[in-house]
């Protein structure tokens, strides 16, 4: 919906600088908890006293599972019904998908003193549902029948009949065993640029490690005969994570990340792919095949469209509670995005991915919900705080956000062209765009090596070649009317744009773009709070100011705005959405929000404007000159 509330001066919610300070010291540490604000609400796993299960193993309730065994023609997922028979029904009964199916106290941790007694299982279950969810009889009939969308997660699965909630777990009964015909076979491909605009990389997941099988990609031109590249292989281990649940009850084994780097493409030609694996025993062991359409040549004049949105999330397509109401909107982005996939060539996702908090399980989970998206387009990214932050371990936000993971599952599982992935700042080209892409988990301010970079990379571009120039960074470093920055008073993040906005005017940065605030907004083209074109929806000639846009309304539920629309505000909209940016050439850009519900647009502007505009003199970014002849 659109807000149509009045604007009142940004100096008129201006304090002292004296209450300013006040504020800030008073609620440094309500800040660092408000941070999650935008991505506020419980991991559902988290819901789970896991390590309180007891036994009640009851031999008149009966769980069972089919078909046992999966991906008969290659799937990698597939529908499973479970049937409960319960002669001892409540309305707090629950099923859990765990994965592998071998679980017991073996698999705890050493006994710490907060356990009054050994617990019998230490790991979350991939998913959840009450025994109820379809079948609204259970208490009476002890009977229901729940459907499970099961992926292949390289290992095999048991249904699990709980009773006394999820704060005092009663193992009730055990269902047989389900597993996949491959349960390593090499799955969930995702595309990224290489650190040159002719190079696609290819990285999966494999149940494969190097000394079983040796991972490769074949690929080529329709038509042509393929070539094949190599893949490097990672991994990461329960003592990389930094706390928990990511270190205890939220592990799981991630498998192995392949990487492959397919080099010396030529622009804007259709290529197939598939990932294998050869055996010890010389067998080969394929993938699907895939295609994916190469990158043009930076500064190349053709159609170029790309989408941009942050802090979607995953969801379960099977009714779960596994996320209740944590991200409502994620399917409607995915669906829309894969429907829309013709009609699009690079997807930036910046920032919060999965919201696995710390439940590695879950990101298998979003690598498949992703899959027809990141096996066709690029899928770059960014580092949220669910991503990296973790107190103590080199984040600027020393907060638990990432529930121990402290980036390592986002920097091994997606490849991006940085030069060091543990400081998730890059630069990557599409045609006549440039990105810059920061990195707000860490420092950003001036003197820092981020604000070197991000310099280097805005004073790298070539306009003439490449007109569109954008900035983009998980939190907002520039605007936002988001009801906790409207009570920290600049409507920022702290610290935000103090040392950015000289470096977006000096380089006359078109768009920037934020998630980390679940909701869309977009500003006038501004500089120091100060809108500098009276224009909402046709920009022309000279860059006087960057436009800023909030776009972190990709899945997770939604943040409030503050009751004050600040004069830089032109649209607000409290949904879910994301934005795509379609160049038509050098000197016509087009800006559309979309929801993700329709897919329909509800808010636009246009660029146009020559080479000359973006070199011409502005406030803050005219460049020196002698009076010499």
């Not at 002292?16 to 609620?27: D, G, K, N, Q, R």
């Not at 007694?117 to 079948?135: D, L, V, W």
């Not at 790309?306 to 979607?312: E, K, N, Q, R, T």
Request: glycine letters at 8%; a negative charge; one cysteine or more.
């Amino acid at each position: 919906m659109k807000e149509t509330v009045h604007h009142f001066p940004v100096n008129v919610l201006a304090t002292s600088s004296a209450v300013l300070v006040f504020w800030l010291l008073c609620f440094a540490n309500l800040t660092f908890v408000q941070a999650d604000i935008h991505g506020a609400g419980e991991q559902a796993l988290a819901k789970i006293d896991i390590y309180k299960t007891t036994l009640a193993i009851d031999g008149s309730a009966l769980i069972t599972a089919y078909p046992r065994f999966l991906g008969s023609l290659g799937e990698d997922s597939e529908w499973t019904t479970v049937n409960i028979m319960n002669e001892k029904p409540s309305a707090d009964d629950w099923v859990g998908v765990f994965s592998p199916a071998n679980f017991n106290a073996s698999t705890c941790p050493p006994q710490d003193d907060q356990w009054q007694e050994t617990p019998y299982i230490c790991t979350a279950p991939i998913k959840y549902k009450y025994a109820n969810h379809s079948n609204p009889e259970y208490t009476k009939t002890g009977k229901s029948t729940l459907r499970f969308l099961l992926i292949n997660q390289r290992a095999d699965f048991a249904f699990v009949l709980f009773s006394g909630g999820l704060s005092y777990p009663k193992l009730v009964s055990v269902s047989n065993k389900l597993q996949f015909l491959n349960p390593k076979a090499p799955v969930y491909p995702r595309l990224a640029h290489g650190k040159s605009w002719d190079e696609m990389t290819v990285t999966w997941t494999s149940g494969y490690n190097i000394d079983e099988a040796v991972p490769f990609v074949e690929w080529g031109m329709k038509g042509e005969t393929p070539k094949r590249s190599p893949a490097g292989t990672l991994t990461f281990k329960q003592n990389s994570m930094c706390g928990s649940p990511a270190r205890t009850v939220g592990w799981r084994d991630p498998g192995f990340i392949h990487t492959s780097f397919l080099k010396d493409l030529w622009p804007n030609i259709v290529y197939t792919y598939r990932m294998g694996h050869i055996l010890s025993d010389g067998s080969y062991v394929w993938s699907k095949v895939f295609s994916f359409k190469s990158s043009p040549y930076p500064g190349q004049d053709s159609l170029q469209r790309v989408i941009i949105f942050g802090d979607m999330g995953k969801a379960e397509r099977d009714g779960s509670n596994e996320y209740s109401d944590y991200q409502p909107g994620s399917l409607n982005t995915t669906d829309q995005l894969i429907k829309d996939l013709d009609n699009f060539d690079i997807v930036f996702h910046i920032g919060d991915l999965p919201y696995a908090n710390g439940y590695i399980s879950q990101w298998d989970q979003f690598t498949a919900q992703v899959q027809p998206i990141t096996s066709t387009v690029p899928y770059m990214i960014a580092s949220g705080n669910h991503e990296r932050d973790w107190p103590n371990s080199g984040s600027f936000y020393d907060t638990t956000d990432s529930g121990g993971e402290c980036g390592v599952p986002a920097e091994t599982m997606y490849y991006v062209p940085a030069e060091n992935r543990a400081k998730f700042w890059y630069s990557t080209d599409y045609g006549m765009f440039h990105f810059c892409i920061a990195d707000s988990e860490h420092d950003w301010r001036e003197g820092t090596e981020q604000y070197k970079f991000i310099e280097k990379c805005l004073a790298s571009v070539d306009r003439q070649k490449q007109p569109w120039l954008i900035f983009s960074a998980h939190r907002v470093l520039g605007y936002s009317s988001n009801s906790w920055y409207g009570l920290e008073g600049a409507f920022e993040e702290p610290m935000g744009r103090e040392s950015l906005q000289k470096l977006w005017q000096k380089y006359r940065v078109d768009i920037a773009f934020y998630g980390h605030v679940h909701n869309y907004e977009r500003t006038c083209p501004v500089y120091q709070n100060q809108c500098v074109s009276k224009e909402k929806h046709h920009y022309s000639g000279t860059v006087n100011g960057t436009i800023h846009v909030v776009v972190g309304g990709g899945g997770s539920h939604l943040s409030e705005y503050s009751s004050v629309i600040p004069n830089w505000s032109i649209y607000r909209d409290y949904d879910f959405g994301f934005v795509k940016l379609t160049a038509f050439n050098h000197s016509s850009l087009l800006f559309e929000y979309k929801k993700s519900s329709d897919g329909k647009v509800y808010d636009s502007f246009t660029i146009s404007r020559d080479y000359r505009d973006v070199l011409a003199c502005v406030h803050d970014s005219c460049p020196a000159t002698t009076l010499a002849t």
